[in-house]
Nanobody
C-alpha cells in the first residue's frame, strides 16, 4: 500500500488545516487508516484512525477539534483540524494497516504558531 499525505503547513493558533492521505488501494480493503503525529523529542502518537467498518478512534487531546473522514471514491482519508493549538505542532504521518502489516506515508509538517 502506498500512501500520499498532503495538507500540512503553517497556521496561527485557532486556525484550521485539512490533511489528506491518498491510498493506492481501495480503502475498504484496508483494515485501518489514520493519522499519527510526532513532535520533536516525543514519541509518535495516534491522532485518529478509522476502520474499514467505520469505527473511529480519537486521541483525547484532539477530541472535539479534529475530525477524521474518508472518501471511498478517491481512496482518501482526511483529517480536518480546527481550533489548532501550538501543542498540535508536529510531523503528521498517515498509516494504513493492510493484512496486519503497517504502511506509513511520508510525514507532513503542521506548525501552529503566531
Amino acid at each position: 500500500v502506498q500512501l500520499q499525505a498532503s495538507g500540512g503547513g503553517l497556521v496561527q493558533p485557532g486556525g484550521s488545516l485539512r490533511l489528506s492521505c491518498a491510498a493506492s488501494k481501495n480503502i475498504f480493503n484496508i483494515n485501518r487508516m489514520g493519522w499519527y503525529r510526532q513532535a520533536p523529542g516525543r514519541q509518535r502518537e495516534l491522532v485518529a484512525d478509522i476502520s474499514a467498518g467505520g469505527s473511529i478512534n480519537y486521541a483525547d487531546s484532539i477530541k472535539g477539534r479534529f475530525t477524521i473522514s474518508r472518501d471511498s471514491a478517491k481512496n482518501t482519508v482526511y483529517l480536518q483540524m480546527n481550533s489548532l493549538k501550538p501543542e498540535d505542532t508536529a510531523l503528521y504521518y498517515c498509516k494504513a494497516v493492510y493484512f496486519r502489516v503497517d504502511y506509513w506515508g511520508q510525514g507532513t509538517q503542521v506548525t501552529v504558531s503566531s
